[in-house]
């Protein structure tokens, strides 16, 4: 179990609220005597000001110090100082002011709002408000807006506890119940594990990259390593402070929650698979294409198409012949990827497509009868799997088929039976990308291989991926987890 330590400048700051024994001065925390301590604290730093060397910044600075899990941290503080930071951060967010006006109307050209751990009692801007609180972590925020011709975000303040008034206080004092009992959780009956992992999950989603079979084989792999695996879902962000690690086991996009977890993740120092940087390099195809290409590695005939090039479209055909494969850059399990047998097809999706994206890939139809699918790990090869294409269709995954989507068969082989020069492309294409956790498709084009993909989060469902390997898989995975976390704890990188 954690321990909550609620640190306040002065003990009158706390004067309204019910004492507890968990509320402390920012005097005596900071003369607290460090002993070798096994249980992990929880600190939230409620001082009057965090300006840098002041008392506010030391709490947070020797929280950290202390291995204390700090709130904010001295990152944040540091990030909420610099205005030429934290604006680049918020840039995209002021687009959801647009059509918001305070009760004082067409004249009113600016007003604030207070933000306490994530909540805010203008619904019109409470998402905003979690969004600001999920970059700058901060128990309480004073966002401040502006008007010229649009709304502007114009500053983002910390504010302290004295400063409240009674309707404030009153808040404050109901999200702070909350938030504390979503973070510190019940003693519950088992032994101390030395590590604690959350594993992102969706139970609702219809195509996860891990299976539950799969899910519960980590959580066993987990505990075997001393390990604690905890399944979390998208509403648990503020959690995510108690954690050593993150494992994302939910389909990845660069646009959604996946990515605001792994970037929380990597800036509180946890050990993340797969990190912001894989996310953002794997889930956008004209990235990796470039990536892979600027390498020297051998990918499919690609062209890349603009929505306003009309000489482009015009010209691929001649390029790359017909049929030919047309896809979205974010696409996930083949959705956003059309073939396209002639001119009127080709008119017909790109317009379809481009409603999504403004560029496309459109690469040479190579059919096979099945993918190569190499699992890499910190650079070394963990799995190969031959994806077959769906019954019937020219890709693994028909989303168009009856019901729900048809997905072809598979065949596990140990890492030493697949073609060595299939295994040697995938790990040339991953070193590229990073040292996380990587799934690399390729196709064999003759007597070539050539890259289709590099998948960040690759699917480890049980019954295929596990097909050879059984339980050593999953070990596999926390072991590389465990290496990191006690790298992180050595003060080693990872």
């Not at 609702?204 to 980590?218: D, G, I, L, V």
């Not at 509180?268 to 990235?287: A, H, W, Y």
């Not at 470039?290 to 603009?306: C, F, G, N, Q, W």
């Not at 494969?325 to 497509?353: H, M, N, Q, Y």
Request: aromatic fraction near 10%; charge should be neutral.
């Amino acid at each position: 179990m954690a321990r909550l330590v609620i640190v306040v400048e002065k003990a009158s700051d706390w004067g309204v609220y019910y004492p507890s024994a968990d509320v402390v001065t920012a005097a005596d925390y900071l003369r607290e005597t460090v002993g070798v301590d096994d249980e992990r604290t929880h600190v939230i730093n409620l001082c009057r000001s965090y300006k840098y060397l002041g008392t506010g910044y030391y709490v947070s600075l020797l929280a950290e110090a202390r291995g204390h899990k700090v709130m904010p941290s001295v990152r944040t503080v540091n990030d909420l100082r610099r205005r030429s930071l934290y604006g680049l951060e918020i840039e995209d967010l002021n687009t959801k002011l647009t059509r918001f006006l305070p009760a004082g109307g067409r004249d009113t050209t600016d007003f604030g709002i207070l933000v306490y751990f994530g909540q805010t009692s203008q619904p019109a801007l409470q998402d905003l408000a979690r969004q600001v609180f999920e970059m700058f972590p901060c128990p309480l925020l004073r966002i401040e807006f502006e008007r010229d011709r649009v709304w502007q975000t114009s500053a983002i303040k910390p504010v302290g506890l004295h400063t409240l008034d009674d309707a404030q206080e009153d808040a404050f004092a109901e999200e702070l119940d909350r938030f504390s009992k979503k973070l510190w959780r019940k003693p519950k009956a088992r032994k101390q594990f030395r590590y604690d992992i959350a594993m992102l999950v969706d139970p609702h989603e219809a195509m996860p990259p891990s299976n539950k079979r799969a899910q519960k084989a980590f959580i066993a792999a987990g505990k075997e390593l001393g390990i604690e695996v905890d399944p979390i879902g998208k509403n648990d962000y503020q959690r995510l402070a108690e954690y050593d690690g993150l494992f994302i086991r939910e389909t990845t996009a660069s646009d959604n929650h996946t990515y605001r977890f792994a970037h929380r993740a990597e800036k509180e120092g946890m050990v993340v698979i797969d990190d912001p940087t894989s996310i953002l390099r794997c889930t956008n195809k004209i990235f990796l294409n470039d990536l892979m290409v600027s390498r020297k590695l051998a990918v499919p005939r690609t062209e890349i198409l603009y929505r306003d090039d009309a000489r482009g479209l015009r010209d691929v055909a001649g390029k790359l012949g017909y049929p030919l494969v047309l896809k979205i850059p974010d696409g996930s399990f083949s959705r956003g990827v059309v073939k396209v047998e002639d001119e009127t097809a080709l008119a017909r999706a790109t317009t379809e497509l481009f409603q999504h994206s403004a560029l496309l890939l459109a690469q040479e139809f190579v059919y096979t009868e099945f993918d190569w699918r190499i699992g890499v790990l910190n650079g070394e090869p963990l799995y190969a799997c031959k994806y077959f294409m769906s019954r019937g269709h020219w890709q693994i995954y028909n989303h168009g088929a009856k019901g729900a989507s048809r997905t072809g068969e598979s065949e596990t082989l140990p890492i030493g039976n697949a073609p060595s020069d299939v295994v040697k492309l995938a790990l040339k294409a991953t070193q590229a990308v990073g040292n996380g956790f990587y799934g690399v498709d390729i196709k064999r084009v003759g007597d070539k291989p050539v890259v289709i993909e590099v998948n960040d989060n690759p699917s480890i469902d049980a019954g295929v991926e596990d097909e050879c390997l059984g339980d050593e898989l999953y070990l596999s995975v926390m072991r590389e987890f465990l290496r990191r976390m006690e790298r992180k704890r050595q003060g080693v990188g990872a």
